[in-house]
């Protein structure tokens, strides 16, 4: 008998193993042991299609000739907004006066050429660039302050206009618009120049741009709060 460990042993285990593993293969062995596969990975799951917000249209579409409050047997026109309905920026005033009242368009008189001024002179972008819009989408008789009945039954629409277009920020023209939507008493002079968060969009009171007609020596400190907005947006910021 030959000793264990000698070559001839050693030569014979080899072929005997050689022979083992070439049965294995052709029964479709691979050599792996069943616990040594690996966990198996399942393929990525395949995204559920995003849910599509409502558009403009819709909102729109919802409002109606709306008669929901008693501002509306004064109106001439509806006013809704205008601008892209995809924009970065969106300006909110407080209430459609008479041009707008008679074009059907917020910002169009005397206060609406300043604010286009605002952004097309100082933010170097188009007017149909952004968005405009008001709180109260009907002229309130004698342009006084919107009424609590009236704000309940317009602001939801106007919720609806900011979650369509979802902007990066929001520009609350003047007290009563940004009071409103911050749900504030404070007075616009201590609102203005701060971020505030509305439903996750940043928001940035100001003056009205009726308000800087009246006060022109104003017309600095919502330059700031522009840049402020224009440095968030990654807009260049050049002279006034």
């Known amino acids: 008998m030959r000793p264990v460990g000698s070559q001839g042993d050693v030569a014979d285990l080899a072929r005997a193993l050689l022979a083992h593993v070439e049965h294995q293969r052709d029964l479709g062995a691979d050599g792996v042991p069943p616990g040594d596969r690996g966990v198996t990975v399942?393929?990525?799951?395949?995204?559920a299609p995003?849910?599509?917000r409502p558009g403009l249209d819709a909102v729109r579409a919802d409002l109606g000739d709306c008669?929901?409050?008693?501002?509306?047997?004064?109106?001439?026109?509806?006013?809704?907004?205008?601008?892209?309905?995809?924009?970065r920026l969106v300006f909110v005033g407080e209430a459609p006066g008479a041009d707008e009242d008679a074009k059907g368009e917020p910002f169009v008189g005397r206060a609406g050429q300043l604010l286009t001024e605002i952004i097309?002179?100082?933010m170097k972008l188009r007017r149909e660039d952004v968005y405009i819009c008001n709180l109260i989408k009907c002229r309130p008789p004698g342009n006084?302050?919107?009424?609590?009945?009236?704000?309940?039954?317009?602001?939801?629409f106007l919720v609806r206009q900011l979650q369509a277009i979802g902007p990066e920020v929001i520009v609350a023209l003047g007290k009563f618009?940004?009071?409103?939507?911050?749900?504030?008493t404070t007075p616009i002079s201590q609102l203005r120049g701060r971020?505030?968060?509305?439903?996750?969009i940043?928001?940035?009171?100001?003056?009205?741009?009726?308000?800087?007609?009246?006060?022109?020596?104003?017309?600095?400190v919502v330059w700031e709060d522009v840049q402020k907005v224009m440095r968030i947006l990654g807009l260049p910021i050049g002279g006034k």
Do not use: I
Not at 67 to 87: E, I, S
Not at 177 to 184: D, E, G, K, P, Y
Not at 195 to 200: A, I, N, Q, S, V
């Open 42 to 47: 399942d393929p990525a799951p395949v995204a």
């Open 50 to 52: 995003a849910v599509e």
């Open 67 to 87: 008669q929901r409050c008693k501002l509306a047997p004064h109106r001439t026109r509806l006013v809704f907004g205008v601008g892209d309905p995809g924009a």
């Open 120 to 122: 097309t002179k100082g």
């Open 144 to 156: 006084r302050n919107p009424e609590p009945d009236e704000v309940a039954e317009c602001e939801p």
């Open 177 to 184: 618009a940004a009071q409103t939507l911050l749900r504030s």
């Open 195 to 200: 971020w505030f968060d509305y439903h996750g």
């Open 202 to 220: 940043m928001l940035m009171p100001t003056f009205h741009p009726a308000y800087l007609l009246r006060n022109p020596g104003e017309k600095r």
